[in-house]
């Protein structure tokens, strides 16, 4: 490939983005700004991920996944220190922990606010 290309923008879709952008800066630490009008977090020196209304309703996703029921898109993985202790801060953040797990002791499936999955795993 003669020219770089780097992941810049991940837009996440959602009902409040001013709430869920302070639930995942409650999570994680990163750094909140704002790009395009739209509330973000600095997830790396080229990444930011950005929370933006739905031009239609927002429906949450279901996971795991059900033919005819609004399938996830994509989801987020974040590496911890201590998965027990990391998951038990997202619960008391307002994320729910999914009912179906896959991971062993190695991640667990959360839900956060507005419905999307994302998995809290060890690092490494």
Known sequence: MSSKIL???IF?????PQNL???YHRLTGLEK????DLPGLVASENLMLLFNTCEVDYIPPVWPEETGKQQK???LDFAVENLESAVEEAVRLGAVKAPDQYGGNLWVTLF????HPFCLGVEG
Do not use: V
Not at 33 to 36: A, F, G, N
Not at 112 to 115: S, V
């Open 21 to 23: 952008r302070a639930f």
């Open 112 to 115: 956060d606010p507005e419905g």
């Open 33 to 36: 700004r704002t790009m395009y």
């Open 7 to 9: 992941l810049s923008h």
């Open 73 to 75: 898109q994509m989801h």
């Open 12 to 16: 996440i879709d959602c009902k409040n």
